[in-house]
C-alpha cells in the first residue's frame, strides 16, 4: 500500500513570491492535515482537512491557506513568502473520521525561500 | 509555557542499552498519545499509538500514559544503532479533530 506523497519535495523561492504544495494521502483516507517543522518550533500545526472541509485551523496568518479535492488530495498555498516560512512542510493523512486516529506522515517538502 | 515539554537531548547510549524518552504537558483533555520516530530529512514515522492511560507494548518498544501526573513514556530495550532518530511525542484532545500538538522532540544517539 503506499504512503503518503508529496511534491515537490525540494522547493527554493524568493521573498514575495507564493507556493503551492501537494499531498496525496494514503489511499481511503479522507482526513489530511498539514504541519511546520521548523528547528526553533518544532512541529507545528497548519490545518487539516476532511471531506474537502476545513475542520481545523493553527495559529498561522492568512497567507497560508489549503484546500481539499474530492479525491481527498490536499495542496496549501503560502502568498507573499517571508523568509521565516522556510521549513519542511509535513502533510499527514487519516483514516478515522471522529476521533483521533493514527497519523502517517509524508517525506514532506523542505521549502528554503531566499 | 508550552502544552508538550520534551527534553530535546541529545542522549547518547551504547548498544543493547534501555532507553527512557519522557513527555510532560499541562492540558488535561488529552487523550490521545503518540510517539514518532524522525530519521534525519524524513517525515515522522508513527511508533505507539495509545488512548487514556495504560501502558502499550509493541516488540522492544513499551509506551506508558500517566493522565494523573501528566506524563508519558516511551522506552526502547536492547536499543540499536537503527534506532538513532529524532523522537517526538505528539498528543490530541480528540473530538472531531485530529490536530496534534507535539513535543520538540529529542535526538537519540545508539552507540555501536
Known amino acids: 500500500k503506499a504512503g503518503v506523497t508529496q511534491t515537490p519535495r525540494y522547493l527554493i523561492k524568493t521573498r514575495g513570491q507564493q507556493v503551492t504544495l501537494s499531498c496525496s494521502p494514503i489511499?481511503?483516507?479522507?482526513?489530511v492535515s498539514w504541519y511546520q517543522q521548523t528547528p526553533g518550533q518544532g512541529l507545528q500545526f497548519l490545518f487539516e482537512?476532511?471531506?474537502?472541509?476545513?475542520?481545523n485551523k493553527g495559529n498561522f496568518p492568512g497567507r497560508f491557506s489549503g484546500r481539499q479535492f474530492s479525491n481527498s488530495r490536499s495542496e496549501m498555498n503560502v502568498s507573499t513568502l517571508e523568509l521565516g516560512d522556510s521549513a519542511l512542510y509535513l502533510c499527514?493523512?487519516?483514516?478515522?473520521?471522529?476521533?483521533?486516529?493514527?497519523?502517517?506522515f509524508g517525506p514532506g517538502t523542505r521549502l528554503t525561500v531566499l | 509555557q508550552k502544552e508538550v515539554e520534551q527534553d530535546p537531548g541529545p542522549l547518547s547510549v551504547p548498544e543493547g542499552a534501555i532507553v527512557s524518552l519522557n513527555c510532560t504537558y499541562s492540558n488535561s483533555a488529552f487523550q490521545y498519545f503518540m510517539w514518532y520516530r524522525q530519521y534525519s530529512r524524513k517525515g515522522p514515522e508513527l511508533l505507539m499509538y495509545?488512548?487514556?492511560?495504560g501502558n502499550k507494548e509493541d516488540g522492544r518498544f513499551t509506551a506508558q500514559v500517566d493522565k494523573s501526573s501528566k506524563y508519558i513514556s516511551l522506552f526502547i530495550r536492547d536499543s540499536q544503532p537503527s534506532d538513532s532518530a529524532t523522537y517526538l511525542c505528539a498528543m490530541s484532545v480528540g473530538g472531531a479533530t485530529n490536530k496534534l500538538i507535539f513535543g520538540t522532540g529529542t535526538l537519540l544517539a545508539v552507540q555501536p
Open positions: 489511499s481511503g483516507h479522507r482526513s
Open positions: 495509545t488512548y487514556s492511560s
Open positions: 499527514a493523512s487519516s483514516l478515522r473520521t471522529s476521533g483521533v486516529g493514527e497519523q502517517f
Open positions: 482537512y476532511f471531506s474537502e472541509t476545513q475542520r
